[in-house]
């Protein structure tokens, strides 16, 4: 069964940082891109960001400039570095991979980041 276990979230104010991991149970070359979503109370869950096994990457508009994703495929993990946080990132954040196989989408069980103003 493939797990993708979130952790790093917290209570921040607007203006800090924090960094999101996603570990994998197995390699994340597995999949044919992972990603970070979003959702926040009342609104559908959104991309935010994400890394292909090529190791590109696209980013949401809100977030362009001041979130970076990156891997580490020793570890099997991803990343979300989150700079200059804003009250409107306030969310859960959920990792996501789609297998290279069978297409399959895994989610985690998601992490909470409140920024407060």
């Known amino acids: 069964q493939v797990q993708l276990v979130e952790s790093g979230g917290g209570l921040v104010q607007a203006g800090g940082s924090l960094r999101l991991s996603c570990a994998v149970s197995?390699?994340?070359?597995?999949?044919?891109?992972m990603g970070w979503y979003r959702q926040a109370p009342g609104k559908q869950r959104e991309l935010v960001a994400r890394?292909?096994?090529?190791?590109?990457?696209n980013y949401s508009d809100s977030v362009k400039g001041r979130f970076t994703i990156s891997r580490d495929n020793a570890k099997n993990t991803v990343y979300l570095q989150m700079d200059s946080l804003k009250p409107e990132d306030t969310a859960v954040y959920y990792c996501?991979?789609?297998?290279?196989?069978?297409?399959?989408?895994?989610w985690g069980q998601g992490t909470q980041v409140t920024v407060s103003s």
């Open positions: 996501n991979g789609v297998c290279l196989i069978t297409r399959r989408v895994y």
């Open positions: 197995r390699s994340i070359f597995s999949f044919s891109d």
């Open positions: 890394i292909n096994r090529d190791g590109s990457t």
